[in-house]
């Protein structure tokens, strides 16, 4: 149900020359849930890119509940890993909602009853059961970005990464799907802007600049140290600070 | 453009041609297509027949006959140079008023409009019945190679967020004031497309990442399809077996 996340002295630098990840050492207990915050370019997309071995680190390791990411554990990992992308239109490519959901257990081999009991247990966790047959480009924000959990999903995934899970949504929508996130199992890493959303659903968060982990801590304590946001161009909601009652100027 | 392109053919009605399965469509449309290809461009009362076909299935299929004629239309840059062919085609030819028209460029224009026309008619009765993605699941079930199936998906999947960004674009220019109407202003449309294929370049990297993900190993798993009642294959063979058989009249008379 869910597993640990082990990365260890973890660099990458891009073809281009770009280096995105600087050494980056984390440990994530099996179940936990844990916010991956930073500012545009501190590599955290990178890092979520490493975990199912879509792209793989120059120097260092990683292991998904003691399974090393190596080519020849891509299968198992990537059953093991699910990776929910920031733009949904990069997820959904199938003609329906259905065929997307499937793509993911059918590649593991699953098939008939088997398959469609995914298909339906994922859509009925993301309440998208009324889109299923729709193509993915009749789908609003929101919807197309609980089909894309529900893509996810359907691999039964042991570790969740999940990339700026409310961009695009409206309160509502972001209010639905972190009730979704909150009602799973699986140890989940949350990449996201949105310091409110980790306060509320991660107990523990990283902050990532410069390719590298510079603070690692409860999410309270990271949220309530004004200069270490600062430094790392993070800034809390003013309504989170009730101290200052006094309009902004 | 924005949402609804597969629904730009398509036309939503529950006729007894729409709930039939695509498959079944796809093999009527090409026999017919085929059919009237080879009829002899002599054999007039071939094509009133056919045309008088696709007429009933049209009616069967609860499309307005104005409908079709209008997206007829698609085919007029095609068919306009045959109407040139009379003209400058050599042979035996009949004066009309101070003008030397060829017998022989008659009939070839006569040819291309009306198999182009009939052609086309036949097409837009597919489209019109058939959702997109149904017309690719029926080329699966079909055995075309799920290469070219997962090709044509993936280009009509993406065709709308490309047409989408285009719009944006050229709305972010327009908001710039570029109004370009001299081709000497052509520079920023031909900046565009080149950063719209580099965008559209990224997102087919990102898209097989995400595919990759998910454990994609080259091959598109292919999911089972209901299977069909063979009265459907029955009604598609009468169809097919009618434009065959004028065709193959039509050959013999001729």
């Not at chain 1, 309440?127 to 894309?148: C, I, N, Q, Y």
């Not at chain 1, 691999?155 to 799973?184: F, H, K, N, Q, Y």
């Not at chain 2, 307005?64 to 068919?79: H, I, S």
């Amino acid at each position: 149900m869910s597993a640990t996340v082990e990365i260890h002295g973890v660099e990458f630098a891009y073809p281009d020359g770009k280096r995105a990840l600087e050494g980056v050492d984390l440990d994530i207990e099996a179940g936990e849930r844990v916010a991956i915050l930073g500012p545009n370019g501190a590599g955290k997309t990178t890092l979520a890119l490493h975990l199912n071995g879509i792209l793989e680190p120059h120097v260092g390791s990683i292991s998904i509940g003691g399974l090393q990411v190596v080519e020849q554990n891509f299968a198992e990992v990537r059953r093991m890993v699910g990776l929910v992308f920031q733009d949904p239109n990069d997820q959904l490519f199938m003609p329906s909602v259905r065929e997307d959901v499937a793509f993911g257990p059918a590649n593991l081999g699953i098939s008939g009853e088997d398959l469609q009991r995914r298909v339906d247990g994922a859509l009925d966790i993301v309440a998208g059961t009324e889109f299923a047959d729709r193509p993915p480009h009749h789908l609003s924000g929101g919807e197309k970005k609980r089909a894309a959990l529900a893509t996810v999903l359907a691999m039964a995934p042991d570790v969740l990464v999940i990339d700026e899970p409310s961009s695009g949504l409206d309160p509502a929508g972001r209010r639905e799907l972190m009730g979704t996130l909150a009602g799973l199992p699986m140890t989940q890493l949350v990449i996201t802007h949105d310091l409110p959303l980790a306060f509320e659903l991660c107990g523990r968060s990283v902050i990532m600049n410069q390719g590298r982990v510079v603070a690692d801590a409860a999410t309270g304590v990271l949220l309530s140290d004004d200069d270490l946001l600062a430094a790392n161009r993070l800034e809390p909601p003013y309504s989170f600070d009730r101290a200052k009652d006094s309009p902004r100027p | 453009m924005g949402a609804g392109h597969s629904h730009a053919l398509y036309v939503h009605e529950h006729s007894a041609v729409h709930r039939m399965a695509p498959q079944t469509k796809l093999v009527a449309a090409l026999g017919m297509v085929t059919s009237i290809a080879v009829t002899p461009r002599e054999a007039i009362w071939a094509f009133v027949l056919y045309a008088l076909m696709i007429g009933s299935v049209a009616v069967v299929a609860r499309l307005r006959l104005g409908f079709v004629a209008v997206r007829l239309l698609a085919v007029a840059p095609f068919v306009l140079f045959a109407l040139f062919i009379p003209f400058i085609a050599t042979g035996e030819k009949i004066e009309i008023g101070f003008v030397e028209i060829s017998v022989a460029g008659l009939w070839g224009a006569w040819n291309i409009l009306i198999k182009a026309v009939l052609g086309a008619s036949v097409s837009i009765l597919l489209t019109a019945t058939t959702e997109v993605a149904d017309i690719i699941r029926g080329l699966g079930v079909l055995r075309v190679p799920v290469l070219f199936t997962s090709i044509a998906a993936f280009m009509i999947r993406y065709l709308e967020l490309i047409t989408d960004e285009l719009g944006r674009m050229r709305t972010a220019m327009t908001a710039r004031g570029y109004d370009p109407k001299w081709v000497s202003q052509a520079r920023p449309i031909a900046t565009s497309a080149g950063a719209l294929f580099i965008r559209s370049y990224e997102r087919g990297e990102r898209v097989h990442a995400a595919m990759l993900a998910r454990g994609f190993t080259g091959e598109m798993p292919t999911f089972e399809r209901p299977t069909i009642a063979p009265s459907q294959w029955l009604r598609v063979s009468i169809v097919v077996l009618t434009f065959a058989a004028t065709a193959v009249l039509a050959l013999v008379l001729t």
